[in-house]
């Protein structure tokens, strides 16, 4: 792995540490169907996340004052111009790293960074075999419940389909920020009752979790209105701002979060560089909600 570090607080490691918060980089973007970048995401918002500070007014807390962070760097993914073999390299390199341990046994974090959402297959799968009654919180534009998209079956339009093959009885999922899918998709949330489509109800659906269930956050980035954030494949109108985000981490902050990712930052496609830096924020926020709940 290709060692960096994130802000100066995420101490370099190899190895998963037990009762750490660990940071991955996962830079693929093979399966994006309309304007790809996403693989360059990770090293952006590690760029970007030396230009704001480690203190988070919102949540009141500081990731200096924390001493169970850990940065594993970057996965590296090889040089096949074949995009599943890539993707398929970088599971290994997650499945290697993450080979005998429990992550609920061991209390052990990890907060994902793409790379589009295609990433977050291997780390929802671990968690929801870890953790029998996880709940997945989705929060993105779209519905990603297509099977499989132009050839790929685990394309980051399938993410959250291909996550439900391996959902058991106690799982949950629960989806926000949708604003775009196929009729079939839209049919199938309305039936199953995932999806949530006003901000209120969202957020008190969140309070009511109870405070010791399982969350994993996977965050597409493209869940912000592109107005905000306009460094991403795939922009939707119509999405959230930073500060409702803040007011969902706010009340997130009681949870117990145990895992994470954000996804889908394409930095070249905002020349401003406001959307990496508006992605480390989101990492810094995510990062010390993970660090800062419990699990005991
Ligand atoms: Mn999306
Ligand atoms: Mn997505």
Not at 64 to 78: E, I, K, P, R, S
Request: glycine share 8%; hydrophobic share 35%.
């Amino acid at each position: 792995m290709d060692q960096q570090t994130l802000f100066m607080s995420f101490k370099p490691t190899k190895t998963l540490k037990k009762r750490g918060t660990h940071l991955v980089g996962f830079g693929f973007d093979g399966t994006a169907c309309f304007r790809k970048g996403a693989r360059l995401g990770p090293s952006a918002i590690r760029e970007a996340s030396y230009g704001i500070e480690t203190f988070s007014p919102y949540l009141n807390l500081d990731l200096d004052d924390t001493d169970n962070l850990y940065d594993l760097g970057n996965l590296v993914l090889g040089d096949s111009t074949d995009p599943e073999v890539k993707w398929k390299k970088g599971n290994q390199e997650l499945s290697k790293l993450w080979d005998k341990t429990d992550f609920k046994k061991d209390k052990v974090k990890l907060l994902t960074i793409g790379g589009e959402h295609s990433i977050s297959y291997a780390p929802i799968k671990k968690y929801l075999e870890d953790y029998s009654d996880l709940l997945l919180i989705h929060l993105d534009a779209h519905a990603d419940l297509r099977d499989g998209y132009e050839g790929f079956h685990y394309s980051h339009a399938s993410i959250i389909r291909r996550a439900l093959d391996h959902f058991g009885n106690d799982h949950d999922l629960v989806q926000y920020g949708i604003r775009s899918g196929t009729k079939s998709e839209y049919k199938w949330m309305r039936e199953k009752g995932t999806l949530q489509t006003s901000k209120d109800d969202f957020f008190s659906y969140i309070r009511s979790i109870p405070n010791e269930r399982p969350l994993y956050l996977t965050l597409d980035l493209d869940y912000f209105d592109p107005s905000y954030f306009p460094g991403t494949g795939t922009p939707e109108p119509g999405g959230e701002d930073f500060h409702s985000f803040i007011k969902l981490m706010k009340i997130l902050r009681g949870k117990n979060i145990v895992g994470a990712d954000v996804v889908e930052l394409a930095p070249d496609l905002d020349s401003s560089g406001n959307s990496s830096v508006f992605a480390a924020k989101v990492v810094r926020e995510i990062g010390l909600l993970l660090t800062h709940s419990k699990l005991d």
